[in-house]
């Protein structure tokens, strides 16, 4: 389990590992109202004290029954040194 409490921005350093998009199906008209939620699907401990975080990003275009995008990106924490 990754226990990282509350960390100043200014103590870690983030690194984009991947980045991959699972349905993006509807263009956003212009003027729409949108929502997106992010969602930590999987948080764990890498080589050298980092942790690879896991999210699920969701964009919703209101009043449409589907999303408009879903996608899961990973990215790399490590404390700066």
Request: net charge positive; hydrophobic share 40%.
């Amino acid at each position: 389990m990754v226990s990282c409490g509350r960390l100043h921005p200014a103590m870690i350093a983030i690194r984009l590992a991947s980045s991959r998009l699972s349905a993006c199906t509807k263009p956003v008209q212009v003027g729409a109202r949108i929502r997106g939620r992010q969602k930590l699907l999987a948080a764990d401990d890498m080589p050298n004290g980092g942790i690879r975080m896991t999210y699920q990003w969701t964009v919703e275009i209101e009043g449409q029954e589907r999303p408009a995008c879903v996608a899961e990106t990973m990215s790399i924490a490590y404390a700066k040194t």
